[in-house]
């Protein structure tokens, strides 16, 4: 009768198995460094903001501040009616003359929320991200928030 366990030349060795541990213990951290070091974000009063994917010299800014993101969102009649809220993610390259291009969902919902976050960042107007004082194209994740409808009054 032939036995169940995989022969010998198939298992890994224990040593084989600690020195993949030990190669995903010493790759983590240097990894999350590598990401940290590439953007960042910085919490406005909303608790949102931009978030630069690329790491430059002077990151890209949306003129008018994200006080502009929320001057030019509106809300949809149909996410009102279907009580969608929240905030839609878009992700997009700043190019060097300061337009959002390539956009894309990262984060959505509704999908009426996530056209009209689209239609937003198509308009915002960007001071493009510098290296060397020089502009560069960038990538950046704009969050455009849709906060929940207010509860209508009942008339008596």
């Known amino acids: ?18 020195s993949i541990l030990f190669a995903l213990l010493v790759a983590a951290p240097a990894f999350v460094l590598l990401l940290s070091a590439c953007g960042g974000s910085k919490p406005t009063a909303e608790g949102l ?4 994917v690329d790491s430059v010299d002077s990151a890209p800014q949306i003129i008018g501040g994200m006080e502009q993101v929320y001057a030019l969102t ?3 009649e149909d996410a009102k ?3 969608a809220f929240g905030t839609v993610w878009v992700r997009a390259i700043v190019t060097v003359r300061g337009r959002a291009t390539r956009m894309r969902i990262v984060q959505g919902g ?20 510098r290296v060397d004082r020089g502009p560069v194209p960038s990538e950046v994740e704009i969050p455009v928030t849709f906060p929940p409808p207010a509860p209508e009054e009942e008339g008596g």
Request: charged share 20%; with cysteine; aromatic share 6%.
């Open 74 to 76: 509106t809300y949809p």
């Open 110 to 129: 509704h999908r009426s929320l996530e056209r009209v976050a689209l239609e937003v960042v198509q308009q915002l107007g960007f001071e493009p991200a």
């Open 49 to 52: 903001d931009m978030y630069v």
């Open 81 to 83: 009616e279907a009580n």
């Open 1 to 18: 009768m032939s036995s169940l366990a995989p022969p010998e030349s198939c298992s890994p060795s224990r040593s084989g198995r600690t």
